[in-house]
């Protein structure tokens, strides 16, 4: 029997609205750095930073790595059979993590985050009048409140943004046995 091939996943955040002005003021107060295509990020230690908005967020995404890894591998097949994949669903872990905040103009240029074995995107505000974020070419409609992940070594991009306020909070995955 064929797999299914899974390329990306997506989640919504039940607690979204509550941490939302938090986790843009974390962003736009620690952005620094530009990107190319014009936003401004943070370092890539957020995740290491105490940040209680940003932990409460992470800790959230963390407990969904090992389905979404077993998604990425199986096909979204039977989870109940995680534990019959030949690897540890459990050894996945966000290695980096930084902010990203867009204003009219900005979006960020084609790249990708290999050698990490995913990375996922997570929409804190998506004002109207923003642009879709490209994976391999196919547009995906942002929503605030949802996670992205995706296999790290895809293209990805976003045009620029028709609107002021756009944020994301990005990482990366790696494996640890």
Not at 72 to 78: A, C, E, H, I, T
Not at 140 to 160: D, E, M, N, R
Request: charged residues 20%.
């Amino acid at each position: 029997m064929r797999k299914k091939i899974i390329t990306t996943q997506t989640f919504t955040y039940p607690k979204a609205l509550k941490l939302k002005s938090s986790l843009i003021k974390t962003v736009k107060t620690n952005g620094w750095a530009s990107i190319q295509g014009g936003g401004t990020r943070t370092d890539f230690n957020l995740h290491q930073r105490k940040i209680k908005e940003i932990d409460i967020l992470l800790k959230w995404i963390q407990r969904k790595l090992p389905k979404v890894a077993y998604n990425f591998s199986q096909g979204g097949d039977d989870a109940s059979k995680m534990e019959h994949v030949g690897f540890n669903v459990n050894a996945f872990k966000i290695k980096e993590c930084w902010g990203v905040y867009y204003n009219k103009g900005q979006g960020v240029i084609k790249h990708n985050h290999f050698p990490y074995a995913f990375t996922f995107q997570y929409y804190v505000n998506v004002p109207k009048k923003s642009t879709p974020f490209v994976m391999e070419g196919k547009e995906i409609k942002p929503t605030a409140g949802t996670v992205l992940f995706f296999l790290s070594h895809q293209y990805h991009w976003a045009k620029p943004t028709g609107s002021d306020g756009r944020c994301v909070i990005v990482g990366n995955i790696l494996y640890e046995r």
